[in-house]
């Protein structure tokens, strides 16, 4: 019980500090949040990725491109190669047939992630004049990457939740989209996630938390699939250079043991 007390008052005081800080007209720092992969022995969480795939796929694919990765890289997230070829066996690619014309065809695994839009141009005129960015390594591009992104995914107040206040120092209007981490408050983007948005493969419970949690992880690993082989080299080096310290300190020993 204290518990459940403690976490809904630091829950209540996060809440104000948000409040006070728009009200001040800044933008308040996200939450921070416990990643699998933060730390120097962190890992990637596989489950949370394949889920966050799927969010990718069913909700962000539509507008966002991840252009430095190949579908075959999903198997470094625990998939086979058939499970690649059959989550990727309704999309479709462009190509050119023998003759040199466009066609369209099923992707393979050694496609990169299809664009939404065959280019930037096409990509703004969709969108109110502005592209969506690439996300391939979004979580990288952003200080706080990961607390930075969950926290927008999740941070979208209704205009009739905004105070009198909010509305009229930030121009709000009914058509606006207003997120509490978004500088300025004011973003293009419609809030992409919601309450069982995607149906999960796993049967894992599709809240907007969840869903958010789970696309991070998966653009955090799209953003450094090497990291975990990065960090246990980093411990294998440490590790030689103690093991190289302790030998060098006895050989210093034994030269000038009889020069004491």
């Not at 014309?101 to 299809?114: H, L, T, Y």
Request: net charge neutral; proline share 7%; aromatic share 8%.
């Amino acid at each position: 019980m204290r518990k459940l007390l403690v976490t809904g008052a630091i829950a209540a005081a996060s809440l104000a500090t948000a409040a006070v800080a728009i009200a001040a007209g800044t933008t308040p720092h996200p939450p921070h949040k416990h990643w699998h992969f933060q730390g120097p022995f962190g890992t990637y969480d596989r489950a949370a990725a394949q889920r966050g795939y799927q969010v990718y796929q069913e909700v962000c694919a539509a507008c966002h491109s991840l252009s430095l990765l190949a579908y075959r890289n999903l198997m470094e997230l625990g998939l086979t190669e058939n499970q690649v070829k059959d989550l990727i066996k309704d999309i479709q690619v462009p190509d050119l047939n023998d003759d040199g014309q466009p066609i369209e065809r099923p992707a393979r695994p050694s496609d990169r992630f299809k664009k939404p839009f065959p280019n930037e141009a096409a990509a703004a005129a969709a969108n109110n004049g502005k592209a969506p960015p690439d996300l391939s390594v979004i979580v990288k591009a952003r200080e706080n990457g990961p607390d930075y992104i969950h926290a927008l995914l999740t941070g979208y107040v209704p205009f009739d939740k905004l105070t009198p206040e909010q509305i009229k120092e930030f121009a709000v209007t009914k058509d606006d989209n207003f997120n509490t981490y978004f500088p300025g408050h004011k973003i293009a983007m419609a809030p992409p996630l919601s309450d069982d948005k995607v149906t999960y493969a796993d049967g894992t419970k599709a809240t907007t938390d969840q869903e958010a949690s789970d696309v991070v992880e998966f653009l955090a690993w799209a953003s450094e699939p090497h990291m975990e082989d990065r960090k246990r080299t980093g411990v294998r080096v440490v590790l030689f250079l103690l093991a190289m310290a302790g030998l060098m300190y006895a050989v210093k020993r034994s030269v000038w043991s009889d020069k004491h």
